[in-house]
């Protein structure tokens, strides 16, 4: 059921696997002919630019690691504006309003300051709670950028990182480092949840509305359960809001292959429409009205988590913003170099795979006997 589609570490191994498959193996799969003026425009790009858009404490971030969250904001703000959507950036409009009044441009800032700051909270506050992070994960982290480094050099390393937004190879380290811990804390708070949530009825204050940690049961469009899911799904609704154990009726009722006994973590954009405004709406611990989405018919039950502990800890964090640096980021800029950057390598991993087929269609033909040719009818 899960429809997640942005996630920051998603992002990130997603475009190390692109890295691979578009040959930032090889050193010559992608050359452009042009090396000299890549080069120089890579050096121009690599200047970090250190100025800091917003502070958590004591740790800053800087615009250069802003335009990473600058693009991956935009990725789901432009679709849900623009739902077909393809890579034309000629279509479309950062001044347009979305829903709620805003511009494009204005909700794609403030969503990347906060998924910004967010990661920065979660990662501090996350480690200082618990959380296990030391020496060797982050030398796997530098292992892994190293070998990238080595195997396809830096020109097609940065390519890679600049069709996410990312300026650096240093700045990509941090922002992988970032949100490997910050997705690890979220989901050790669903798991291990007494290991972070001490006082439940106080937490409870916290309610978040950037998130939420739900449980549901789904009974499927074509389920296999009743001839008629929309009544058993009110029959569980039904149950539920006369106190029966949830977990009980997701043991005996849920159709979802993929929930857990934690739930569903989840923010903005990353659940489908309906189940995250039904979930966001509740109390904690409120159960909902059967939901129906494409999947079935949904009973929800929303459960304290990280978002409610992201909410507490944010609290406890001094933050600053500067408003003017968010303002002057360059978001059409960001948005589209990364597309660009993407479109350069879907082309050289096209060209690689044609240039695979020729091998092996000529390795092929080398291996057949010399006298199937001539068997063939004349003029086929």
């Given at each position: 059921m899960n429809n997640k589609f942005i996630k920051t570490t998603?992002?990130?191994?997603?475009?190390?696997?692109?890295?691979?498959?578009?040959?930032?193996?090889?050193?010559?799969?992608?050359?452009?002919?042009?090396?000299?003026?890549?080069?120089?425009?890579?050096?121009?790009?690599?200047?970090?630019?250190?100025?800091?858009?917003?502070?958590?404490?004591?740790?800053?971030?800087?615009?250069?690691?802003?335009?990473?969250?600058?693009?991956?904001?935009?990725?789901?703000?432009?679709?849900?504006?623009?739902?077909?959507?393809?890579?034309?950036?000629?279509?479309?409009?950062?001044?347009?309003?979305?829903?709620?009044?805003?511009?494009?441009?204005?909700?794609?800032?403030?969503?990347?300051?906060?998924?910004?700051?967010?990661?920065?909270?979660?990662?501090?506050?996350?480690?200082?709670?618990?959380?296990?992070?030391?020496?060797?994960?982050?030398?796997?982290?530098?292992?892994?950028?190293?070998?990238?480094?080595?195997?396809?050099?830096?020109?097609?390393?940065?390519?890679?990182?600049?069709?996410?937004?990312?300026?650096?190879?240093?700045?990509?380290?941090?922002?992988?480092?970032?949100?490997?811990?910050?997705?690890?804390?979220?989901?050790?708070?669903?798991?291990?949840?007494?290991?972070?949530?001490?006082?439940?009825?106080?937490?409870?204050?916290?309610?978040?509305?950037?998130?939420?940690?739900?449980?549901?049961?789904?009974?499927?469009?074509?389920?296999?359960?009743?001839?008629?899911?929309?009544?058993?799904?009110?029959?569980?609704?039904?149950?539920?809001?006369?106190?029966?154990?949830?977990?009980?009726?997701?043991?005996?009722?849920?159709?979802?292959?993929?929930?857990?006994?934690?739930?569903?973590?989840?923010?903005?954009?990353?659940?489908?429409?309906?189940?995250?405004?039904?979930?966001?709406?509740?109390?904690?611990?409120?159960?909902?009205?059967?939901?129906?989405?494409?999947?079935?018919?949904?009973?929800?039950?929303?459960?304290?988590?990280?978002?409610?502990?992201?909410?507490?800890?944010?609290?406890?964090?001094?933050?600053?913003?500067?408003?003017?640096?968010?303002?002057?980021?360059?978001?059409?800029?960001?948005?589209?170099?990364?597309?660009?950057?993407?479109?350069?390598?879907?082309?050289?991993?096209?060209?690689?795979?044609?240039?695979?087929?020729?091998?092996?269609?000529?390795?092929?033909?080398?291996?057949?006997?010399?006298?199937?040719?001539?068997?063939?009818?004349?003029?086929?």
């Amino acid at each position: 059921m899960n429809n997640k589609f942005i996630k920051t570490t998603a992002a990130i191994m997603a475009a190390v696997s692109v890295c691979a498959f578009a040959g930032c193996g090889n050193k010559e799969a992608a050359t452009t002919g042009n090396g000299s003026a890549t080069e120089a425009t890579d050096k121009k790009d690599n200047k970090a630019n250190t100025k800091a858009v917003a502070k958590v404490n004591d740790t800053e971030i800087t615009a250069e690691d802003f335009s990473y969250y600058v693009f991956v904001a935009s990725q789901m703000k432009i679709r849900e504006l623009y739902p077909e959507f393809t890579g034309d950036m000629k279509t479309v409009d950062f001044k347009k309003k979305m829903e709620d009044g805003k511009t494009l441009e204005e909700s794609i800032l403030e969503t990347a300051i906060q998924k910004a700051i967010d990661a920065i909270v979660l990662m501090e506050k996350g480690i200082a709670n618990g959380f296990v992070w030391g020496e060797a994960e982050d030398k796997n982290i530098t292992d892994q950028v190293d070998s990238f480094l080595q195997s396809g050099g830096e020109a097609q390393f940065l390519e890679m990182a600049k069709s996410m937004g990312i300026k650096s190879v240093e700045s990509y380290k941090k922002l992988y480092r970032q949100s490997m811990i910050s997705e690890g804390v979220l989901k050790d708070i669903s798991e291990n949840k007494d290991k972070y949530i001490k006082d439940a009825e106080e937490l409870k204050k916290h309610k978040s509305t950037k998130g939420a940690t739900a449980q549901h049961v789904l009974i499927n469009k074509e389920s296999t359960k009743t001839d008629n899911p929309e009544a058993l799904a009110k029959e569980v609704c039904e149950k539920a809001k006369k106190g029966e154990d949830f977990a009980a009726l997701i043991t005996q009722y849920n159709e979802d292959p993929g929930a857990t006994p934690a739930g569903y973590t989840f923010g903005p954009g990353e659940m489908v429409k309906e189940f995250q405004d039904a979930a966001f709406a509740l109390d904690i611990d409120g159960i909902s009205d059967v939901v129906k989405t494409d999947y079935g018919f949904h009973v929800i039950k929303r459960l304290l988590g990280g978002y409610e502990v992201l909410a507490k800890w944010t609290e406890e964090c001094k933050i600053e913003k500067n408003d003017s640096a968010i303002k002057k980021t360059d978001v059409s800029g960001i948005v589209t170099e990364g597309i660009e950057a993407q479109k350069k390598i879907q082309a050289a991993q096209a060209q690689a795979q044609a240039a695979q087929q020729q091998v092996e269609s000529g390795a092929a033909q080398a291996g057949q006997p010399a006298a199937q040719p001539a068997a063939q009818p004349a003029g086929e």
